[in-house]
C-alpha cells in the first residue's frame, strides 16, 4: 500500500522542498503535515491531499513557465529544465489520478467514513478562504505571522484541520447541542484575549493599531460617525448572505456572552419575547443611526462617541445578566441588540431556512430547547420559526418526532445541513484566525 501511495508523498516532499527553497518555511511544514495526514488513514485526508497535489500542479505549472521564460530571454539552455519539470508534474498527477481512481488507495483511507465529505469540504473551504486573505490583504491578516513571519500557511494548515474536526464533531445534531456553545464561547474567548493582550502593549495582536469598541452595534453605528470604515458591514453582510442568520449564534464576539448567560438559568426558556422582537431591536437600531448621524453632525469628539457606545454596550451586558440569566433565553440577542434584527431581516435573502413539517404535533418540547424565543406556539401553527431564528440547530435534537430540519433548494435535509455545517464552521475558523481589531 506504501508503494500506491508512494507518487503522492514525493509530490508532497517535493512541493515542501520547493516551499523552503522559496523561504515559505511555513509552508513547507504545512506541506510535511500533509504527508503526516495521509498516514493517520482518515477518510477526508484523501480529497484534502488530492486538492493540495491538484494546486500544486497549478504552482508547478506556474513556476515552469516563469522559469522557461527567463532562460529563453538569457539565451540559457532550457530543454533540461523543461523534462525534469515535466517529471515532476507527472508525478503529482500520478498521485493525483491515484488518489482519485485507486480503489486501494481508497480503502487505505478508512477512518470515519461517514464524516469525510463535509470535514474535507471544511478543511479545503478554510483554507483558500485564509490563502485568499493572506494573499490579497495589505496587512499580515494572521496573526501568526506578525509573531514568526512566513508561518502563515501553518496557522492555516491548523485552522483547516480545526475545521475539518468540528465539522465531523457537529454532524450529530445531539452533539451539535452541547458542541456548538463551547466553539462559540472558545472564538469570543480568542477575540476578548486578543483584545486585552494589545490593550497591555503587545502590538502585534493589533492589525492598524486603531481600536474599535467591541460593540456589535458598531458595525452600524461606527462607520455612520466617522464617515468611512465599512468593512465591517461588508463584511457582516456577505457573511449574512452566505450562512443566514447564523452570524449571531457563530460569529459574534457578545452573542457568546448571552448565550452563556441564558445557560445559567434552572427554567427552561422562555420563547415570548413577542413584540420586542421588532419594537425593541427596532428602538436600539433607530437609536445607533440617529446617535450616530447626530454625534457627527454636532462635531462631537471621538472620545465622547466612544464613551456614549460604551454605555450602550454595558447596558446590554445588564440586559444578559439580569434578564437572560433569569429568563433563560437570550434577551439581549432577541430583545436589545440591532444586529441581531438587521441579521434576521437581511437573513431573508440567504437561501438557508429552517423547516418545520406539517406532521409537528405542536408539543411545544422544542420551545424549550430555543434560546432566541424563536419556536412561540405561533410559530408553531405557522410552520415555521419566527423572526429571531438564528439557525443555531439547537431544535433539531429536542424534537421528538424530528419533524424540524435545514432547508436549501434541491438538496435533502441532512444535505442542507452538512452543507451548512460545511459554511458556518468555515466562516468560522476563518474568524477565529484573522485579526480582527
Keep these: 500500500m506504501i508503494a500506491r501511495l508512494l507518487p503522492v508523498l514525493l509530490s508532497l516532499l517535493l512541493l ?12 513547507t511544514a504545512a506541506f510535511v503535515l500533509l504527508v503526516a495526514l495521509a498516514f493517520s488513514r482518515r477518510s477526508f485526508a484523501r480529497p484534502v491531499l488530492a486538492a493540495a497535489l491538484a494546486w500544486g500542479l497549478v504552482l508547478w505549472a506556474q513556476t515552469t513557465k516563469n522559469l522557461l521564460a527567463f532562460r529563453i530571454m538569457a539565451g540559457m539552455p532550457w530543454e533540461r529544465l523543461l523534462y525534469i519539470m515535466g517529471g515532476v508534474m507527472a508525478l503529482a498527477a500520478l498521485g493525483l489520478t491515484l488518489l482519485l481512481a485507486a480503489r486501494r488507495l481508497r480503502d487505505w483511507f478508512d477512518k470515519s467514513p461517514e464524516r469525510a465529505s463535509p470535514q474535507a ?22 496573526l501568526a505571522n506578525r509573531f514568526w513571519p512566513g508561518s502563515g500557511w501553518l496557522e492555516i494548515f491548523l485552522l483547516a484541520l480545526y475545521a475539518a474536526w468540528a465539522a465531523g464533531a457537529l454532524g450529530d445534531p445531539k452533539n451539535a447541542r452541547r458542541l456548538r456553545p463551547m466553539l462559540w464561547a472558545f472564538f469570543s474567548a480568542v477575540f476578548f484575549a486578543q483584545l486585552a493582550l494589545g490593550l497591555s502593549g503587545i502590538q502585534e495582536m493589533l492589525m492598524t493599531g486603531r481600536l474599535h469598541l467591541p460593540v456589535p452595534a458598531l458595525i452600524v453605528g461606527g462607520p455612520l460617525f466617522r464617515g468611512e470604515g465599512f468593512f465591517m458591514p461588508i463584511l457582516f453582510a456577505v457573511s449574512v448572505l452566505l450562512v443566514g442568520p447564523a452570524w449571531c449564534s457563530w460569529l459574534c464576539y457578545i452573542g457568546a456572552w448571552d448565550d452563556q448567560a441564558s445557560r445559567l438559568s434552572r427554567r427552561p426558556p422562555e420563547s415570548s419575547p413577542g413584540k420586542l422582537l421588532w419594537y425593541g431591536r427596532g428602538a ?33 451586558v445588564g440586559i444578559m445578566l439580569a434578564a437572560s440569566r433569569r429568563r433563560g433565553y437570550m434577551v439581549h440577542c432577541a430583545t436589545y441588540c440591532p444586529m441581531g434584527l438587521v441579521g434576521n431581516l437581511l437573513g431573508r435573502l ?9 406532521g409537528c404535533t405542536q408539543c411545544g418540547v422544542c420551545s424549550h430547547a430555543c434560546r432566541y424565543g424563536a419556536l412561540t406556539m405561533r410559530d408553531l401553527a405557522a410552520g415555521r420559526p419566527g423572526l429571531s431564528c438564528t439557525l443555531c440547530g439547537d431544535c433539531l435534537p429536542a424534537c421528538p418526532h424530528s419533524h424540524t430540519g435545514y432547508f436549501f ?29
Excluded: N, Y
Design 16 to 27: 515542501a522542498a520547493h516551499a523552503l527553497r522559496r523561504g515559505e518555511w511555513g509552508l
Design 121 to 142: 469540504a471544511a478543511f479545503i473551504l478554510t483554507a483558500a478562504l485564509l490563502g485568499i486573505a493572506r494573499a490579497k490583504s495589505p496587512l499580515p491578516v494572521l
Design 284 to 316: 436600539a437600531l433607530a437609536l445607533t443611526v440617529g446617535a450616530a448621524l447626530s454625534l457627527r453632525a454636532l462635531g462631537v469628539s471621538p472620545g465622547t462617541a466612544v464613551l456614549a457606545a460604551a454605555a450602550f454596550g454595558l447596558a446590554g
Design 350 to 358: 440567504s437561501p438557508w431556512r429552517l423547516r418545520i413539517d406539517k
Design 409 to 437: 433548494p434541491g438538496l435533502s435535509r441532512q444535505a442542507a445541513r452538512s452543507a451548512f455545517l460545511v459554511m458556518v464552521v468555515s466562516l468560522h475558523a476563518v474568524f477565529l484566525g484573522v485579526a480582527r481589531i
